[in-house]
């Protein structure tokens, strides 16, 4: 080349290029398979024998599930009616027993001609939980959600509607116990004073008020014993009190747990220690067997309330370190700017410390009450319904459907997933709405 076309020649595109796709192998589909099932040798190995493994459980699984029958009235007509369709030595499920028992699943043996009383408890529940779980929503709801507990109780047990009014009527007596006293004698003893005002009414007065209210404006549903309850009836109230009473009760250990009061931390550690060390099974035998010996000959403490009043003190403990580590997690500098603020104690708390901690425990604390759901299948042992083995044993003793295995169980199973599954996706959009960072 010349000189003159040398210097004549241009080094800098004039013009921009038009844009163009990215390779095949670095967009789509096939980018994220290379990069996340064949990324190596090892994860190709993996993937491959996942793929295998899948194929071996669909090859097996499907024919069953596509020779399903819905409609029999025992399960040796389940048989006959695949071996019918389908050819001798086919299999196929018998959903027939869902169809026919899932009132049993769902109600246990709660009378039948009452199954709109849990049902309509049910409906409530959401009504209560709203104004709780989304902030949007008008603040009066929650008058409705404090009073939800005993309409929840009058609704599924029945009898004097004074009861759980009643024993409402304590937590208002505790109140005003602790509003009256605080200005007079400080926290410490009001607090004692709205624990004990409460208690000293349940135990002595409550009884005689709701008589004399009941013999003079008589309300009252038809009462069920809690032997009729079993079932996801069960499994629910025992789960939902235990979220609902265990998550206060662990906030109150956790700070204990970090008073500087030596009795206060002294019997924080001891009860938590002590119950997440003793398996829940233990817990709900004291409950069933052993607490009787402490009440008075004749007393009859519902063994339903035995359980839920176990399984909330097993919850409050793991919630109570889960809450802990929370509040470990806080820098120091919100402690101090609290006391900047000239905040006291219960103040800092509940404006400053104790919303981040809870933030920053939201994973933790929705594990464990998935885990405390879960675990209402233990109430077996005691002598109580629950669906997983209780119902699904009862159905199957029963000469028409003895031989089904799998259905009962991917029933209940099914159920159980999707509450607990929307648990942890509601614990998942309450962290992203809480999130205040750009990371």
């Known amino acids: 080349m010349s000189t003159a076309n040398a210097q004549s020649a241009a080094f800098v595109r004039r013009e921009m290029l038009a844009e163009q796709e990215p390779p095949l192998s670095e967009r789509g589909v096939i980018k994220w398979m290379r990069e996340n099932l064949f990324s190596g040798p090892l994860n190709t190995l993996l993937t491959i024998l996942g793929l295998a493994a899948v194929f071996v459980v669909i090859n097996l699984a499907l024919p069953w599930l596509l020779h399903s029958v819905w409609n029999a009235n025992s399960v040796a007509e389940c048989r006959a009616i695949i071996a019918e369709r389908y050819g001798e030595g086919a299999h196929g499920a018998c959903w ?10 769902l109600y246990g043996f709660y009378p039948s001609s009452l199954y709109w009383r849990p049902l309509v408890a049910f409906l409530l529940l959401f009504v209560a939980l709203a104004p709780v779980l989304f902030a949007h ?3 009066k709801m929650l008058w409705f959600s404090m009073a939800y507990p005993a309409v929840a109780f009058w609704m599924l047990w029945g009898g004097s509607i004074w009861v759980p009014v009643m024993v409402m009527a304590g937590f208002a007596i505790g109140w005003f116990a602790y509003r009256v006293l605080l200005p007079v004698s ?6 004692i004073a709205a624990v004990l005002a409460p208690v000293i009414w349940w135990l002595f007065l ?7 209210l009941q013999s003079v404006l008589p309300i009252a549903i038809q009462s069920v014993s809690s032997d009729k309850f079993g079932g996801f009836v069960l499994s629910i109230t025992i789960g939902l009190c235990g979220i609902a009473f265990s998550l206060p009760m662990g906030i109150v250990l956790a700070l204990g747990r970090r008073s500087d009061m030596l009795l206060v931390k002294a019997l924080s550690v001891g009860f938590i220690e002590f119950i997440r060390g003793v398996p829940l099974i233990t817990l709900l035998f004291t409950a069933s067997l052993l607490l009787n010996y402490f009440l008075p000959p004749g007393s009859n403490f519902d063994i339903i309330l035995r359980v839920i009043i176990m399984v909330t003190l097993f919850s409050a403990a793991y919630i109570a370190e889960v809450i802990r580590g929370g509040l470990a997690a806080l820098p120091r500098g919100q402690y101090e700017a609290a006391d900047a603020l000239g905040l006291d104690y219960w103040r800092a708390q509940r404006l400053v410390i104790m919303p981040q901690a809870l933030k920053i425990s939201i994973p933790g604390i929705v594990s464990s009450f998935i885990g405390l759901f879960k675990d209402t299948t233990l109430v077996i042992f005691v002598g109580l319904l629950d669906p997983l083995k209780g119902i699904t044993d009862a159905v199957r003793a029963s000469i028409d459907w003895k031989g089904v295995y799998w259905e009962p169980y991917i029933f209940v199973g099914a159920i159980f997933f999707a509450i ?7 614990s998942m959009y309450l962290e992203n709405k809480l999130k205040r960072d750009n990371r």
């Open 186 to 191: 400080g926290a410490i003893l009001a607090s």
């Open 420 to 426: 607990c599954f929307s648990m942890s996706r509601y």
């Open 137 to 139: 929503l008008p603040r």
């Open 206 to 212: 409550s009884g005689a008020v709701a008589g004399a």
């Open 96 to 105: 027939a027993v869902i169809r026919e028992r899932w009132p049993q699943f």
